[in-house]
């Protein structure tokens, strides 16, 4: 993997993961803020314009792949690569919870 790549997105923001993990399938814009407020229980509510912005960035580094348009939405998936920092971030976030649990 990139250096450059892993200091840019590990430690992961929330609106890099949650797009990750949405895109495990493929899935466009909308689909992407909805699966996110779905899973965090509204908690976590992804503006388009950072939703988008995210999206071109991640393409452009080769985290995510644009797939086909299908009704004039954008289909994404993940790639090799993204699929990669997605589970670095599961560990980390697992090491986290792991030192949390043994601390209290």
Known sequence: MDPHIKKVYVPMTETAFYILLCLRWENHG???L???QQMTGGEIRLSPGTLYGS???MEKDGL???VREEEKRRLYRLTGLGE???VLEKKRIARLYR???EAT
């Open 99 to 101: 030192n949390m649990q």
């Open 55 to 57: 999206l071109f960035k």
């Open 30 to 32: 909308y689909g992407i």
């Open 34 to 36: 909805q699966q996110t």
């Open 84 to 86: 990669e920092l997605l």
């Open 64 to 66: 995510i792949e644009f």
